[in-house]
Every structure is written in structure tokens, then in C-alpha cells.
């Protein structure tokens, strides 16, 4: 498999990346590169190997459901751009 | 075509937001209504480094969905990541469960127009919610409060199984009442606790479904209802029209009570999810899954079912009664209390007078002032003749208002008991018969309406504790007798 420069540029859309001019083609060169590798391990005998959903087969722990956490909102919003009444503020978006 | 020809289908997704007190993946609180950002922590606002840990108590709340809905609980579930951008979504990406979630298939019941119908579900997952934008009043700025970010819901996906708004709107109020019994969620719509989207197609019977349009975010049933009969009459003369139906996501906006597309990127919907490697799988026990099957309350078809066979209701009582839990038990400690014999007139006072006394006053079941034991004492003096129905409406009201602790007392202290002694009741009636001379004369010339009039004047002058029975057979023994 490998990807078209169309493909490569919707993904940089959808992940909010900007690509320059010759970054395209130099992105999907470094992308198919990797498809590649992934095709090689796709041709180990792997029939009847349940997938792993994890690098490591364990299972996650839980936490008891209780408040834990106090309010630090002064101490987040102080590196926040620009902050109202508690809130933090956005360039306005609306759909 | 014409429009009878034209089936809607409709399938439901639903979150409910799960009744605990922490977020699903942080220890930060979930209470409603605190200001803005005090309950987002560092997890819930995505600083670097932090991880988050699952809440057990929100798993708990999804084994209970699916055992409650006979659903495949998973004994291995994964994490994913939902990728998009919003400000009010820190990470870029919405924790939630793709191919595998923690509950799969399952079925509710609905009735609609006394007609039972099956509705499939085809999961439900464990998600975190979003915050929350605000739009208005920070000059051209969006406020964004996180407090909600990273609260725990099950999102409720039903197959495309419904033929109508009604049912649709059947089906989302058995899934609120269900998730309350079962305690998983407060089902608060107006804050948000309970949201319903609803994916709406039309076809001609039998032919593959048609493209379908999504409506966003309806928070009332009334609303369910009027966006989806909206939507398909729109969908149908589309295509009436010769239009193909394009898919989309669309708003309802109930003051127009239409609906519309939303603008938004085709590529929206792209959400490239993939495992979170953040959370490795999570692992349900067989022994955790039995030990929360043991602690599930009787399910409100079960109690029907029961109520029907124990005590005689019919299936339309059954199921007003187990609406909801705090009115099953209300009703079940009344007729324990009054006898299962008295069961009908339990039911009907449960139903009657004193869910009309709540509405009218905005109370819930759990506080009305008037207990089940009392409500018992009531339709039991009711049972024995003690007091008329009339009478009883008295008792309750005194009851209600704190006036005595039974109503026996009631009875008592206002001399309430009906007249059983046929002496003194024959001695009232003579006095309305020597009393009404031209009612007897009426009567006795053939007119039934002078008969009514004369048990009137009866019932009044005993203040209505007369058995109305006894003044009926006592007053036509004493008229058609031997004058």
C-alpha cells in the first residue's frame, strides 16, 4: 500500500498540520517508507493470534470513585492566553 | 410516490451521564452547577505528562445496563481515541470504545398504542464527555468551562428498529426510566444528564434503508418527537421531489420546530480512532459480573409481570405503577400494608389521588407528606365499609396536610365513621321522607329522577357517612313497602 498526495494532505488537514511546498512529497515518501515495513511484518504467519489491543498484555486498574482533586483552576489559568469570569477564552467558534 | 408509501426508520443513540462522584478517567468532581473550571483538573484539561486511571465505579454502572437489558457484558474491552478538534475537547481526541465496547447487544421493550414491540441494541460503550462553549457576551470570544470535560457516560446505541416518532419517543423514555430503577443515571434532561440523538431515514417497506440524516442533541421526549416527524415529512417530499437525501448531522430548532444541516466539513466525521495506548484493556471478571447481578434490583418488566399475577392489576395498572421505583415501592409497601385483596384500590389511590396531589404540588413520590402505611390505614377503612370513597378524599386531604398519624384518627377526631347502624339510618330517612312530601309523591307517580333527589337529601343530612348501598335499599324498601 501507499499513499496518494491527496491522501497525505487530508491527513495533514485533518490533523491540523501545515505543509509547505515539497513537504507533501517529502512526507509521503517518509510515510510509504513505513508502509513498507508494515507490509514486511504483515507477511509473519499471524492465523489465529488474537490482536493486541496494548504493547503490554495486561489489564488496566481501576481507581475507587472518589473526589480526589481539588480546585487549582488560579494556578492552570495563569498560563492560559486569555481567561473571563473563570473561563478561558477562544477565538470564537460556532458551527 | 405517495407518502403512505414511505417507511421511517429510525435508530436512537443516547448518552446517559452514570451517577458517580468523580470523572471516569480523574479524581475531579462531577457536581453539577460549580463555577467555571473549579472541577477540571490536570487530566481534565490535558496537561502534558498526565494519565488517566478508570473510574470502577462507572464500569460498574455499564455491567448493570447490560444486565439489565440482557446484553453481552465483554470480559475484555478497549479504549480508544476519537480524534477531532473543538476548544472544548483539551486532548484533540475523546476517549470512548470502538470495536470492542463493554456491552454488547441486548433488547428493550416498548408499548405503543397497547401494542408490544422489541427494540434491538446493538451496544453500549463508556465514553468521556466534552465541556462546554459559550458563545455569548466575551467581545467576539468563546468561553470555554471544562468542569464537564472527562465526565463519565454510556452511550447507548439502539439498532435502526423503529417505524415512527412515537416509538421513538417510547423507546427513549423506557431506556430514562430504566436507567433511573437501575441507578446508573438521574436522567436530569435539562441538564444534560440524558441526551438523545436520533438517526432518521425513510424507504419503501422492504427495500434497503435509505441514506439518513442525524438530529443532534433533542433534550426533551416532545422534542424527540416533533424533530423526527419533522425530519421524515421533510426527507419524503425531498425525494417526492426527485432529490436524493444527502447525509448529514442536523440541528432542531424548537421554536421553528424544524430542522437543519449543520455547516459543517465533509470530512467531519473522520475521527481516525485507534486504541488508546494511554489505557491498556479493561478486563471484567465473571465474579465481579455476578457479584453486581446479585446486588440488581427487580426489574420494572419483572415487577409488572408480578404486579399483574400477584395482585390482579391489569397491564395497563401494572405498568403505570412500575414507571418508576419510588412509585413501585410506594405502591408495594400500600398493599403489603392494606392486603394484596385490597390491591385494585391501592393501585387506583397510587395512580389517582395521590400522584395528582404530587403533580400539582412539583413533589416527588419520596417526599409526599402522606406515608404508604397511612395511604394503607385509608384504603383499608375504605375496604370495610368504614367510610364512603367520598369520605376518603376527607381523610387524605387531612392526611396530607399533617392533620392526625392515621386515619383512624382522622376518623375519629372528625366523627367521620360511616352510619352502619340501620336504626338510626332508618330514622334519618324517615325524617327526609316526612320532609320532602312532594319527592315521595313524584316518586310514587312514576318519576325515577324524584328517587335520586330523596338519597341526596339523605346523604346530606348525614353529612355523607351514610353507606350510599344502605340508603338506596332502605329508602326503595320504605317507598315501594307498604305505605
Known amino acids: 500500500m501507499s499513499l496518494s498526495l491527496d491522501q497525505i494532505r487530508r491527513i495533514a488537514d485533518l490533523a491540523r498540520i501545515a505543509l509547505a511546498p515539497g513537504e507533501a ?16 511484518m504483515q507477511s509473519a504467519h499471524t492465523a489465529g493470534v488474537e490482536p493486541m489491543a496494548h504493547a503490554q498484555d495486561l489489564a488496566q486498574r481501576l481507581r475507587e470513585d472518589a473526589v480526589t482533586e481539588t480546585d487549582r483552576r488560579a494556578a492552570f489559568q495563569r498560563i492560559a492566553p486569555q481567561i473571563e469570569a473563570g473561563l478561558y477564552l477562544v477565538p470564537k467558534v460556532i458551527e | 410516490m405517495p407518502l403512505a408509501d414511505q417507511e421511517i426508520v429510525i435508530g436512537l ?13 480523574s479524581g475531579a468532581s462531577t457536581a453539577f452547577g460549580a463555577a467555571p473550571n473549579s472541577q477540571a483538573c490536570a487530566v481534565d484539561i490535558a496537561l502534558p505528562g498526565v494519565l488517566p486511571v478508570l473510574n470502577r465505579e462507572a464500569v460498574a454502572c455499564a455491567i448493570r445496563f447490560g444486565l439489565a437489558v ?3 457484558i465483554a470480559p475484555r474491552s478497549v479504549f480508544a481515541r476519537k480524534n477531532y478538534f473543538y476548544p472544548d475537547l483539551p486532548k484533540g481526541y475523546q476517549i470512548s470504545q470502538y470495536e470492542l465496547p463493554v456491552v454488547a447487544g441486548g433488547a428493550l421493550t416498548i408499548t405503543v398504542d397497547g401494542h408490544e414491540k422489541q427494540v434491538r441494541l446493538t451496544r453500549a460503550h463508556l465514553e468521556e464527555d466534552a465541556g462546554k462553549s459559550l458563545h455569548e457576551d466575551f467581545h467576539g470570544m468563546t468561553g470555554i468551562d471544562l468542569n464537564r470535560a472527562g465526565t463519565p457516560l454510556l452511550e447507548i446505541v439502539s439498532e435502526p428498529d423503529m417505524r415512527s416518532a412515537a416509538e421513538a419517543a417510547a423507546y427513549a423514555k423506557k431506556l430514562h426510566e430504566l436507567v433511573r430503577w437501575i441507578g446508573i443515571c438521574d436522567g436530569n434532561m435539562q441538564e444534560g444528564s440524558f441526551r438523545c440523538d436520533a438517526n432518521v431515514s425513510v424507504r419503501r417497506p422492504g427495500a434497503p434503508l435509505g441514506t439518513r440524516r442525524e438530529i443532534k442533541n433533542l433534550n426533551s421526549f416532545r422534542f424527540l418527537e416533533q424533530a423526527i416527524h419533522y425530519e421524515a415529512q421533510w426527507q419524503i417530499a425531498e425525494i417526492e421531489e426527485g432529490r436524493a437525501i444527502r447525509q448529514a448531522t442536523v440541528l432542531f430548532d424548537p421554536d421553528s ?7 459543517s466539513k465533509e470530512d467531519a466525521h473522520d475521527y481516525r480512532y485507534f486504541p488508546d495506548p494511554d489505557l491498556l484493556p479493561l478486563e471484567i471478571s465473571a465474579a465481579w459480573k455476578s457479584e453486581i447481578e446479585a446486588s440488581m434490583p427487580e426489574l420494572p418488566a419483572a415487577m409488572k409481570t408480578r404486579f399483574e399475577r400477584d395482585y390482579g392489576l391489569s397491564a395497563y395498572d401494572a405498568a403505570a405503577l412500575t414507571a418508576a421505583r419510588a412509585t413501585a415501592a410506594y405502591f408495594e409497601q400500600t398493599v403489603t400494608a392494606a392486603g394484596a385483596g385490597n390491591a385494585k384500590l391501592c393501585a387506583n389511590w397510587v395512580m389517582g389521588e395521590l400522584a395528582a396531589r404530587l403533580n400539582r404540588e412539583e413533589r416527588d413520590i419520596a417526599a409526599a407528606p402522606l406515608g404508604a ?3 394503607a390505614g385509608l384504603v383499608a377503612r375504605i375496604a370495610d365499609g368504614t367510610i364512603s370513597g367520598k369520605i376518603a378524599k376527607e381523610v387524605f386531604d387531612a392526611l396530607w396536610s399533617g392533620e392526625g398519624a ?11 365513621k360511616q352510619i352502619s347502624d340501620t336504626g338510626a339510618l332508618e330514622k334519618i330517612i324517615d325524617d327526609v321522607l316526612a320532609a320532602n312530601p312532594k319527592s315521595v309523591e313524584e316518586f310514587r307517580a312514576g318519576k325515577e329522577k324524584a328517587f335520586n333527589a330523596l338519597v341526596g337529601q339523605a346523604m346530606k343530612a348525614t353529612k355523607g357517612k351514610a353507606n350510599p348501598q344502605q340508603v338506596n335499599e332502605l329508602l326503595k324498601q320504605k317507598l315501594t313497602g307498604p305505605a
Open chain 1, 25 to 40: 512529497e517529502q512526507t509521503r515518501d517518509q510515510l510509504n517508507g513505513i508502509f513498507g515495513l508494515i507490509e514486511a
Open chain 2, 373 to 375: 402505611a397511612q395511604l
Open chain 2, 406 to 416: 392515621s386515619a383512624d384518627a382522622v376518623i375519629e377526631a372528625r366523627g367521620l
Open chain 2, 257 to 263: 420546530g424544524e430542522t437543519r444541516a449543520m455547516r
Open chain 2, 70 to 72: 440482557g446484553a453481552d
Open chain 2, 13 to 25: 443513540e443516547v448518552h446517559a451521564q452514570l451517577n458517580t462522584v468523580s470523572k471516569i478517567f
